[in-house]
């Protein structure tokens, strides 16, 4: 089945940092998921981005879908952005799972 | 609701006992995914509804998994005869037709004792 890598597993950043959070998946992918989990351990959606760049404020991620990769930029960081991120995928095959990596861990520093 | 509700949040039960988790979509979804988070295996899928049908179940774990969603709306996941290996947070979450995002639940943590 499709792989999907999250790097790096661990970033620790000081209030205001910015950051490049990467996905990379194996295979075609019909559509992909940004998503911040956050303390409490409830999942956000952050993006729904099959292919090209969107932003929502301080957060960016662009998907190169014929390179098999997804990146989220997260500009000038807030302890409130902590928590985990996870990217997830739909196959080709089954695209109505997602598929998830095993996440970035963020803490950001006061 | 606004967002997809599941129950109970937490539970808490005896090795060896029946237990039933609850999971009401968001209104209008068609679609309607079961995953569970664990230590050991990260976020998994355990099945997908399209409406009252589940055309993919290859995510449970065993047959004493199955779940069941009725009316197009609220959906019970079974756990017959929980292990200790069951312990995990269910979480539940639904989009208005497959293939597009989907929103999840704040999910259920269950502790098998």
């Known amino acids: 089945g499709i792989q999907v890598e999250q790097s790096p597993p661990d970033l620790i950043l000081q209030e205001g940092a910015n950051s490049t959070l990467r996905c990379n998946f194996s295979d075609s992918v019909n559509n992909l998921q940004w998503f911040h989990q956050n303390p409490w351990g409830q999942l956000i959606n952050l993006f729904y981005i099959p292919s090209g760049t969107k932003q929502n404020g301080r957060l960016s991620a662009t998907t190169v879908a014929t390179e098999r990769y997804s990146l989220l930029y997260i500009s000038s960081s807030q302890t409130t952005d902590s928590g985990v991120y996870f990217c997830a995928v739909e196959p080709r095959d089954s695209s109505y799972k997602l598929i998830f990596g095993s996440g970035t861990r963020l803490l950001v520093r006061p | 609701g606004a967002g997809v509700s599941q129950s109970p949040s937490n539970k808490v039960t005896e090795k060896g006992k029946d237990v039933e988790l609850r999971c009401d979509p968001i209104s209008g979804h068609t679609a309607l995914y079961w995953y569970r988070q664990s230590l050991g295996q990260g976020l998994e899928f355990l099945i997908y509804?399209?409406?009252?049908?589940?055309?993919?179940k290859s995510g449970l774990p065993s047959d004493r998994f199955s779940a069941e969603r009725t009316g197009g709306s609220v959906s019970t996941l079974t756990i017959q005869r929980t292990q200790q290996e069951d312990s995990a947070v269910y979480l539940c979450?639904?989009?208005?037709?497959?293939?597009?995002?989907?929103?999840f639940g704040d999910g259920t943590r269950l502790s098998i004792l």
């Open positions: 979450a639904s989009s208005p037709l497959s293939g597009q995002p989907q929103h």
């Open positions: 509804f399209q409406g009252n049908s589940a055309p993919d």
